[in-house]
């Protein structure tokens, strides 16, 4: 298992970068990032991008890209939180500067498309990252789980450990098992897009994390299948897959449609990794942050998954 980099743990009055990777955001959710950001003790730093809009980006792709490599490499920032996904991160991953990220790693957040940035970051600089809440959702009205998770994650140099159980929402496990190593993935869109190209996915020996948000089963079907024509589930130890919510096909009539149940089933079982459904990460709260990239622990067999290392020092 090769060595990662962990970024420094955030502390009170630590600078950060609120950027804008991907689409953009109202000044209504851009306030609630920068309170966000207070609200943990935090100084908050708007980039360009934060506050910009081209079409359904948040910015023409220069812009973005050095919104990214300059948090990184500016010295008067501690930590970089994304303050939305959406779609635009496969359009600046080839202008990312990786290598010099690689020498002054930071703590960088989010989730949704920025699924490409962790994964990039992860494999191209060694970095752990969060996959977590954004600020923009409002972090002081989280639910305990949600702050505690991310909190832990932000502010303690200590390992989270196992991740806690969401009242109502058991695990399900598909097939049992137990399975060792680094956290990697994310959402499943992002995932299928970036097969064949340097940013692929590399689930060798991994634990794989998959959520996706609105979208119809056939499609869910569509993107775990070229996964697994990629040969992405032989490859990894186990399979962790998260929340489908406001996935469906309300307007199909009954047999004429596929559970999830039965995709998972037909496309996942057969290659016989453990594997667990509705980890509560992903476009849902209570929302368990995962860091991305550290020693992870699945236990299909009690549907329990264990965080062993620290996302941070």
């Given amino acids: 298992m090769s060595v990662m980099l962990k970024p420094k743990c955030l502390k009170p009055g630590d600078r950060i970068a609120l950027i804008a990777p991907s689409s953009p955001v109202t000044e209504e959710k851009l306030e609630l990032s920068v309170n966000s950001v207070k609200f943990l003790g935090l100084k908050p730093v708007l980039y360009p991008s934060a506050s910009m809009s ?26 970089i939180f ?9 359009r600046i991953l080839n202008k990312i500067d990786y290598k010099a990220i690689a020498k ?62 969401v009242e109502g929402e058991p695990i399900e496990v598909l097939y049992p098992g137990i399975a060792e190593g680094q956290i990697i993935g994310g959402n499943l ?27 119809r089963h056939y499609k869910i079907d569509r993107g775990l299948t070229s996964l697994a ?8 130890a186990g399979i962790i897959l998260g929340t489908w919510a406001d996935c469906g096909d309300p307007d199909l009539e009954p047999g004429h449609n596929l559970t999830l149940n039965e995709i998972f089933d037909e496309i996942i079982k ?23 990239g550290v020693k992870t622990r699945l236990d299909a067999n009690k549907g329990t998954v264990t965080f062993l290392e620290a996302a941070t020092q």
């Fill in 54 to 79: 081209h079409g359904y980006l948040s910015g023409p792709d220069d812009i973005r890209a050095a919104d990214v490599n300059d948090a990184f490499l500016n010295p008067d920032i501690d930590g």
């Fill in 82 to 90: 994304c303050v939305r996904g959406g779609y635009g991160m496969t």
């Fill in 104 to 165: 002054h790693p930071k703590l960088l957040l989010g989730y949704s498309d920025i699924t490409g940035l962790h994964v990039a970051l992860n494999q191209k600089c060694r970095l752990i990252t969060l996959h977590s809440p954004m600020p923009s959702r409002g972090w002081n009205t989280l639910d305990a789980v949600t702050l505690e998770c991310l909190t832990k994650c932000l502010l303690s140099p200590e390992p989270m450990g196992t991740a806690p159980d």
């Fill in 189 to 215: 869109s992002l995932l299928a897009a970036t097969l064949g190209t340097p940013y692929e996915i590399d689930t060798r020996n991994k634990i794989l994390f998959i959520e996706e948000v609105e979208e």
């Fill in 229 to 236: 024509l990629a040969g992405k589930f032989d490859d990894c």
């Fill in 270 to 292: 057969p290659f016989g990794k453990p594997t667990i459904n509705n980890f509560r990460a992903g476009h849902i709260y209570p929302q368990i942050t995962i860091p991305m």
